[in-house]
């Protein structure tokens, strides 16, 4: 019998087992996403931190103090790969989304991950208990595996139609490691789907429904708009997100609701105050002439403070103002 070394040259025998390899990793029956593909080892642990800077001194236009007073809801969080995506700007918002920045209701968005993580593009979701102030922290632990790297979360903002705060696919893992530590600044975005202008609109479904947009201090182009402080070419930020790596080995917790003592990293940050100027109505028409034939009448009109002005803005002009006339009965009496 002959042995295969003699019958297969040396050079087809290492072409044929290249071959054969190429073939299986081909055929490897789960297909990585690519761009997102973790060559990390192992798992990581994160302490998430979310901080809410949402205080009057800082976006004073409209600052909601009661029924209800500004809070945040539950935090959602998502471990997940580029085949799942929790919400995006610019493209329409899911049921799940819609509901939970209209109503801070987490039961679709939780259908919408179950189905994610059957297609195994989701990892684990995560939440948090909501804050009663719009300033404030909530933290949870997060585990990331390398087949979900990428992580997403949305916070809504209460009360509001339907604006959230959140971040879209962040990726922890960056050339095979996971990062130490990450820091984010959250900005206001606009669900698309409620078109109430102020904190407390009452509800005003958008119909058809409008894609997810940011809401700046410019956009929309509307002084009724909550977020609209037209001498501010940037908001400060709402809130912010801090993530840090965990040292100790991560603990295997799947759909945990935690609220963490604050880690000693509590560096308070300082904004400067927003300036506020005053914002009135239109002048009314002018009232009456009042006043004796012989020296001339005077007539009023008035306005009023539709916005008062908070830290140094600019202050109120004169809500009443009057002016020389002559009296009607004068008049006829020529
Ligand atoms: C990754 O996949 C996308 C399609 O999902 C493809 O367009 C792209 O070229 C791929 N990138 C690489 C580096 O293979
Ligand atoms: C809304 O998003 C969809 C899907 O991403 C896109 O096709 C559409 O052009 C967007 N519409 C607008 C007005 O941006
Ligand atoms: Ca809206």
């Known amino acids: 019998m002959m042995s295969s070394d003699t019958f297969i040259p040396g050079w087809l025998q290492h072409l044929l087992i290249v071959l054969l390899k190429l073939t299986l990793s081909c055929a490897s029956p789960v297909r990585v996403a690519n761009e997102t593909a973790c060559t990390a080892r192992g798992a990581a642990s994160y302490i998430l931190v979310f901080t809410g800077h949402w205080s009057s001194q800082m976006f004073p236009k409209q600052y909601p103090l009661f029924r209800p007073p500004a809070q945040w809801s539950k935090l959602v969080a998502v471990t997940h790969n580029d085949q799942y995506q929790l919400w995006q700007e610019g493209a329409p918002a899911s049921l799940g989304v819609q509901i939970f920045a209209e109503l801070g209701v987490t039961v679709e968005l939780g259908k919408e991950a179950k ?28 585990l990331l595996l390398p087949r979900s790297p990428l992580l997403s979360l949305m916070v809504k903002v209460i009360p509001s139609p339907d604006w959230f705060v959140g971040i ?11 990062k130490q530590e990450v820091t984010i600044d959250l900005h206001p975005y606009d669900a698309g789907t409620d078109s109430g202008f102020t904190f407390s609109s009452p509800n005003f479904p958008t119909t058809p429904p409008e894609n997810i947009t940011m809401i700046t201090s410019q956009r929309p182009n509307h002084p009724a ?63 009456l002439c009042m006043g004796p034939c012989s020296r001339g009448g005077v007539r009023h009109r008035t306005r009023y403070i539709l916005l008062k ?25 020529q």
């Open 168 to 178: 879209d696919s962040l990726n922890l893992c960056e050339m095979g490691q996971w």
């Open 225 to 287: 708009n909550s977020f609209y402080y037209p001498r501010l070419t940037e908001l400060p930020p709402l809130a912010t997100v801090w993530l840090k790596r965990q040292t100790r080995s991560p603990v295997r917790q799947q759909n945990h609701v935690s609220n963490h003592i604050l880690p000693h990293h509590t560096k308070p940050q300082q904004f400067s105050e927003t300036p506020l100027d005053c914002e009135v109505s239109l002048w009314s028409s002018w009232g």
């Open 115 to 142: 189905e994610a993580r059957k297609r195994k593009a989701l990892g684990s979701m995560y939440r948090t208990a909501g804050i009663p102030a719009g300033v404030g922290h909530s933290s949870t632990e997060l």
């Open 309 to 333: 002005p908070a830290n140094s803005g600019a202050p109120c002009p004169e809500l009443e103002e009057q002016s020389q006339c002559t009296p009607h009965n004068c008049l006829t009496q």
